[in-house]
């Protein structure tokens, strides 16, 4: 607890200096890191080599082993995203409104950065280099706590790219990793309410419900996904099965995949021969309510199935006779994340925009546009399904508060 | 526990129907509340008069039984309220932003509501009809939970504001009242994060500590202000008095009061001498460091005074030689509300204003403006003194989130 404390005092020391720094100073030394982590490369590989070896032994599952190696091309990839996200836009200082009020106080809405920043994730290592870049362009002083999978190789890029603000004249603290991997460390992360401002868990269903349980720091839940496309009786069928194809396939371990289908009674003798056979090819099991097991060959859903999100070759399918009976379903049973309506109908689009309780609601496209990238953000820190501060997908400006500034000459009440 | 789920599942139905209203039919809903009010008062304060006997009984101090009492002007007032806030601009359905991406989605972030707000409350019976009207305006069902001091009271105001919404054809459930006072009940509202998207406490330090270290919903943290104003070497001493007194004395029990000065050592000698003198025309009990002690007559300031907010006849003052002494010192102790500097010396001004770590910060005014009327917001839920989602201030906007709303022709990923 003594070191988290002093980790807490050095990020709060360390936001000071960073709020300030210059769009220009900070775009230099995002790019030193990246080439830091570059000329480094053997050296975290190495450190790396450890991790992997400890996860064989281990008998971690290759799928995700191969997520916690480094190779020099990832390691690139790591580089090009902090260059990249050196090439966007500052948001800090920006003015969001001005009042002058009848007395004559003149109000500014300023943006300004969040200050510390706490970030919990799992197995991927790139992520340590991913999380400083876009805390470190938006002014903000990043904590880190990985997995214990990953320990050696966060560590080593966490020097790398402390040895590369010190370089610029930079508080190394503008990034602290926090080394222990013991899981009590981890909630008494969670209460260091006095010296961090937000807390964002990226990973699985568990982590994230860890979090909202044990934090007292504010918190943006993100990224579980129990996406729905409603096939609406006013689809065109010809868009609808690419978009669910896609939305099922291209990716299945991300929560922007769809997991369950809903589907108008008014075409599904048409629509599910054609969904059943494209959806064979891609090895998709297909878990039906009793209509749908009348029409095509399928295992029966359970109301468990509704709730699933299964980053799997699964799609669960319901048959409604109503846009406002998919409506519910989908309210009832969602994530908050992404949803989407194949209509042709305008009025039945309308509808679903207004009344699907979700961060992302698609009129005839694929869920698996919820993404910092694709909404043109430039980057991404995850996708918020909460209500509060940021919804949908993080980009830089989300890590950001603001602050109001007022100017008087001797204003009393 | 069944009570609230069931409390919490109207809710959530609630919300779909109240975020389809339109405009006009919340500002005829509210009117007839506000009508219903006047029309009530004499039961009101018939159930109003019981609490206050209980009160009595328990020897409730005057301060406070004199804030539990409604009165026909006080009702009036609360009425009043309802009908300023129909005079308001309805936020939702506001288009935040658009864009069209190269693959042709239009994507579009519309302001909408929060969905449910819990919001717990201490003696004031008032705070019933406000935070209904903030929240009924804004497009969000509320459930409250206020003391137990004002039960009967909260029990009646909420019943004619439901038989108001019933005449009006809205749902009774866009407000409920959790008329349990046992603390346990308030716990288990707490962890309602399945129904309740944004919980806000009001009142005392002890009651926000208690909702930010137990709930799992997320929180709006309010209204604890050690707020500074410190006095420039380059300060306007004719401007400095007049802003200290006001902010310590206009009104002594309110957050957005001053509990402690820092004055820069070069103005020492002339501004203690003057502001002793006012001050002890208020009967304000000065607390001073060594150097203060030196100029003028005062208590010993203890470590412990720097960092309490008295809401009382009392103010800590402390010396320094600096502006950035002054704002580390400031960063140090306050609570993140509000912090004023005096000074004619612009480049100071704009350390200051950069510097310090506050949701407002002033130049040469009192901090009592920190108040969403003064800010012309037209009404106020609470002072925010957290970084994420709103910060100071917060009206009608800051009780939104918002949703992207996508459309395409069929684009896949």
Known sequence: MELLVQMGKNAVEAKYELQMLSENRKNRALYTAAQALMNESGQIIAENEKDIKRGGEKGMHPGLLDRLRLTPERIAGMAEGLKQVAELPDPIGEVLETMERPNGLKIEKRRVPMGVIGIIYESRPNVTADAFGLCFKSGNVVILKGGSDAICSNIAITKVIQHALREEGITEHAIQLIESTDRAVATEFMRLKEYVDLLIPRGGAGLIRSVVENSTIPVIETGTGNCHIYVDEAADLEKAVPIIINAKTQRIGVCNACESLVIHEAVEDKLLPLLAMALKE?????????????????????????????????????????????????????????????????????????????????????????????????????????????????????LTSYKYRIVGNGQIR
């Open 282 to 398: 891609h090895q998709v099991e297909i878990r039906g309510d009793e209509k749908v097991q009348q029409v095509i060959d399928c295992v029966p859903a359970t109301e468990e199935d509704y709730g699933t999100e299964y980053l799997d070759y699964i799609i669960s399918m319901k048959v409604v006779s109503s846009v406002e009976e998919a409506i519910a379903h989908i309210n009832r049973y969602n994530t908050r994340h992404s949803e989407a309506i194949i209509t042709e109908d305008k009025e039945n689009a309308e509808k679903f925009l207004n009344g699907v309780d979700a961060a992302c609601v698609y009129v005839n496209a694929s869920t698996r546009f919820t993404d910092g990238f694709e909404f043109g953000f430039g980057a991404e820190i995850g996708i918020s399904t909460q209500k509060l501060h940021a919804r949908g997908p993080m980009g830089l400006r989300e």
